[in-house]
Nanobody, 121 residues
Framework: QVQLVESGGGLVQTGGSLTLSCAASGSIRSIDTMGWYRQAPGKQRELVAT??????AKYADSVKDRSTIARDNPSTMYLIMGSLKPEDTGVYYC????????????????WGRGTQVTVSS
């Protein structure tokens, strides 16, 4: 089975920065795309940023000028966000898409349980 574990959330002041990490474990052969999503109270989950196995990155317009997503090996991903705003508050989820496991022929999707980010005004 595959587990995605997020870390790095917490309470941050407006204008501050944080680094979120996501580590995938299990019998993983490869992961096509990893991404960060967030969900604010009372709102739908939304995409923050994604990065492919070839390091091609995409960002939501709301974060693209102040965020960097990176992968330093096939199963670990980071999100560095600066100039944080109260509207960045939410639970941040890690997603792995196109996951190929050893001994399995089809690709799958997995989600982490999330890490809370609270930006105080």
């Amino acid at each position: 089975q595959v587990q995605l574990v997020e870390s790095g959330g917490g309470l941050v002041q407006t204008g501050g920065s944080l680094t979120l990490s996501c580590a995938a474990s299990g019998s993983i052969r490869s992961i096509d795309t990893m991404g960060w999503y967030r969900q604010a109270p009372g709102k739908q989950r939304e995409l923050v940023a994604t990065i492919t196995r070839g390091s091609s990155a995409k960002y939501a317009d709301s974060v693209k000028d102040r965020s960097t997503i990176a992968r330093d090996n096939p199963s670990t991903m980071y999100l560095i966000m600066g100039s944080l705003k109260p509207e960045d508050t939410g639970v941040y989820y890690c997603r792995a898409d196109g996951v190929l496991l050893y001994g399995v022929s089809d690709k799958r999707e997995y989600w982490g349980r999330g890490t809370q980010v609270t930006v105080s005004s």
